[in-house]
């Protein structure tokens, strides 16, 4: 079992005065150091633990979290650079090597980046790759139309913006379906709207069907997103207010924002309503 770079279960061996042995099958005992540790156990016990080569090259464990395992896409800050490729903060004592073959574009300390975690099993090294053609596919082999998938903002277009589905496609979200500020490398929880028949993805921020954004709640957010993400307007507001800002009802008004707030798409305050 493949164990390096993923986040496992392993029993306990022995507890020493500097850690944790733990027994990693065929790959022998693998050290869990003090500093690493965030909750303790006895011999016997399993600990959950993401495992990886340290500056050393020895297989080591820690209950820290990286921000992307192998096999995931993540956007990461490269915080150094020298002679054989860059480094990023992937949330781990040991930065994340993404060597010069491996890097699109050639990568700048202080920048940040969408790349892929992968693993050279020859050495048992992890890396990250910017070069996610390689990686991603276009056409959809798993996925169904309705079904809620995790995406990432990897990059603006003309149409909208083109997202990572899953970590494995490519997907496409539509600027006129968008009604909520999005930046690249954030992740959201979204939707397979539709399946195309070349296996293209089309993706949905809202669930389709009942819960899809009507005309009215779509044109309040055009509205918060105009201003800056909020509108001195609320239930409370005089009808006049409303239409003057709106040119709707106040009843349609109440409805929208009801809408948006059961979606947690704005909050409604004492002074107007904010986009979350």
């Given amino acids: ?10 029993e306990v061996t022995k507890k020493v005065d500097f850690g944790y042995y733990l027994d990693g099958g065929p790959y022998g005992e693998i050290l869990l150091p003090n500093r690493e540790v965030k909750t303790a156990a006895e011999a016997g016990q399993e600990m959950e633990v993401f495992i990886y080569c340290d500056s050393e090259d020895r297989l080591v464990a820690t209950q820290r979290q990286p921000r992307a395992r192998v096999g995931e896409c993540a956007y990461l ?11 990023l903060d992937w949330g781990l004592l040991k930065d994340l090597f993404v060597p010069f073959r491996e890097q699109q574009d050639r990568m700048q300390e202080g920048q940040s980046y969408l790349v892929r975690v992968d693993l050279d099993e020859a050495t048992d090294r992890i890396f990250a790759s910017s070069r996610l053609k390689r990686y991603l596919k276009s056409q959809n082999e798993t996925l169904e139309e309705g079904q809620e998938v995790q995406i990432l903002i990897a990059q603006q277009t003309d149409l909208g913006y083109k997202v990572i589905v899953e970590h494995t496609y490519w997907g496409m979200l539509y600027r006129n379906e968008i009604f909520q500020p999005l930046r690249r490398g954030e992740a959201q929880r979204a939707y397979i709207k539709r399946v195309r028949e070349d296996g293209l993805l089309d993706i949905s921020l809202q669930k389709q069907g009942a819960e899809q954004i009507p005309e009215d709640a779509a044109q309040v957010l055009a509205e918060l997103r105009a201003h800056d993400g909020f509108l ?4 409370k507001s005089q009808p006049e207010q409303i239409y003057n800002q709106l040119e709707m009802s106040k009843k349609a008004f109440k409805k929208a924002i009801g809408n948006l707030y059961k ?14």
């Fill in 1 to 10: 079992m493949q164990i390096i770079g993923k986040q496992v279960e392993l």
């Fill in 77 to 87: 800050e490269v915080v150094s650079v020298n002679e054989y490729g860059a480094f």
């Fill in 232 to 235: 001195p307007l609320n239930d």
């Fill in 263 to 276: 979606q947690r798409l704005i909050t409604i305050q004492p002074e107007g309503i904010r986009l979350v």
